[in-house]
């Protein structure tokens, strides 16, 4: 069984910086395809980053450049670092791990006002 949990979410003004942490408890993080997604109010779950186990990398579109995603094998843990905020980025941001199996953590929420 694989247990998911975020956690840096937080309110921050137009143009600040969250780091986001999620920490897997189970087997073989180092084996688990790894992503990112948010979810705004009404709108459905998107993915906003993707890190391979062997550490190919994918961003969204809306935030190439801005956002950079990490993992740490050592510490089971994988990041989102959040740079240049903008209010469209709002949302619930919510840590997936994918193996044979998906599991979703609980989500965090990211409120970025104008």
């Known amino acids: 069984q694989v247990r998911l949990v975020e956690s840096g979410g937080g309110l921050v003004q137009a143009g600040g910086s969250l780091k986001l942490s999620c920490v897997f408890s189970g087997i073989k993080f180092s084996l688990n395809d790894m992503a990112w997604y948010r979810q705004a109010p009404g709108n459905e779950r998107d993915v906003v980053a993707r890190?391979?186990?062997?550490?190919?990398?994918y961003y969204s579109d809306s935030v190439e450049g801005r956002f950079t995603i990490s993992r740490d094998n050592g510490k089971s843990t994988v990041y989102l670092q959040m740079n240049d905020l903008k209010p469209d980025d709002t949302g619930v941001y919510y840590c997936s791990a994918r193996r044979s199996v998906l599991y979703w953590g609980q989500g965090t929420q990211v409120t970025v006002s104008s």
């Open positions: 890190i391979s186990p062997g550490g190919t990398i």
